[in-house]
């Protein structure tokens, strides 16, 4: 398995703002993931955080609204840009660590609430 | 691409009832199958998951689930629930290819558990 660590669990922000999520693994994983749950609804792929290259985007999702970053094997953020109430959600990350036999490990998350 | 259905979006149950949450998946390919939990307030853990071998698995606190390849299913169960078992439940796929690192989720089934 793996520990994962989000900040800030919880935040307001105020409309036209930008937040920075942080995601950590407590060990080296290749692919790093972010989710977005919106209120009452699933979860819903964002993208794929490789390390050494630009992250890869879902349909639906840009990076100049979702600009994310992967220093190292352990860290990676997700800012979420020019935030609307429809941000409002709760964004998670997730990774799959090496030997985990194709499982998928995910964050605590983070709420956010956009007003 | 693939596609997961529960068909079930609210399950009320009584206490020390048993109870049966309803997966169906779509996809051109070969998948890993997967059940999370998500408590009220909480972010994911993960259930219990298919990835070859025995088609019945078994999961943390006392879940199971059958994998049938013919009905494109992956049902969760559990003979005897508790009220701590309220939760919402999702069900999620990922191809056993070079891109079966990302999750596509089913829209979750809310399980309230009543005294």
């Known amino acids: 398995s793996a520990v994962i660590s989000q900040k800030p669990s919880r935040d307001i922000c105020q409309r036209g703002t930008s937040l920075t999520i942080q995601c950590q693994v407590d060990?080296?994983?290749?692919?790093m993931f972010w989710y977005r749950q919106q209120p009452g609804q699933s979860l819903t792929l964002i993208a794929t955080?490789?390390?050494?290259?630009?992250?890869?985007?879902e349909s639906g999702f840009v990076i100049d609204k979702f600009p994310i970053s992967r220093p190292n094997l352990t860290f990676s953020t997700l800012t979420v840009s020019n935030m609307s109430p429809e941000d409002s959600s709760i964004y998670l990350c997730?990774?799959?660590?090496?030997?985990?036999?194709?499982?998928?490990?995910f964050g605590e998350g983070s709420w956010l609430t956009v007003v | 691409a693939q596609s997961v259905t529960q068909l079930d979006s609210q399950v009320p149950v009584f206490e020390e009832a048993p109870v049966e949450l309803r997966c169906n998946y779509s996809?051109?390919?070969?998948?890993?199958l997967f059940w999370y939990v998500q408590y009220p307030n909480q972010g994911l853990q993960l259930l219990l998951k298919?990835?070859?071998?025995?088609?019945l698995v078994k999961g943390i606190n006392g879940f199971e689930a059958e994998f049938n390849k013919s009905q494109t299913s992956f049902h969760l169960r559990k003979p005897s629930v508790h009220i701590s078992d309220t939760a919402e439940y999702f069900c999620?796929?990922?191809?056993?290819?070079?891109?079966?690192?990302?999750?596509?989720f089913g829209g979750g089934t809310r399980v309230l558990v009543k005294p």
């Open positions: 997730s990774v799959r660590p090496t030997g985990a036999g194709n499982t998928i490990y």
């Open positions: 060990s080296q994983v290749t692919m």
């Open positions: 955080a490789n390390q050494g290259s630009e992250a890869t985007y």
């Open positions: 996809s051109s390919v070969s998948v890993y």
């Open positions: 298919y990835l070859s071998g025995s088609t």
């Open positions: 999620a796929v990922s191809d056993r290819g070079a891109a079966g690192n990302k999750l596509t």
